[in-house]
């Protein structure tokens, strides 16, 4: 893994989570399947793998590039704009 440009204009420390779970699927009675962070503003939404998409939709809304895992035991990193882990 290498660290992308973004990931060095990351706010440093990382942002705290703005929830502890995805508020969207919440408001829209879904489940998430599993949990992204946004390192940009500490915002979490569910992965690809869940109905809703909202960690992607978040990037697309707000154009914040780098996610982390937001499940207990992974700590991996993904960016959207270059499209890898970092």
Do not use: K, Y
């Amino acid at each position: 893994m290498s660290e992308c440009t973004h990931v060095a204009e990351l706010p440093r420390p990382e942002p705290a989570p703005l929830s502890d779970t995805c508020p969207e699927c919440l408001e829209a009675g879904s489940h998430p399947v599993q949990l992204r962070l946004c390192l940009v503003c500490g915002h979490v939404g569910c992965c690809d793998s869940s109905p809703l998409r909202h960690a992607t939709g978040h990037f697309r809304e707000t154009g914040h590039p780098v996610i982390r895992s937001f499940e207990a035991g992974e700590s991996w990193r993904w960016c959207f704009e270059d499209g890898s882990i970092v």
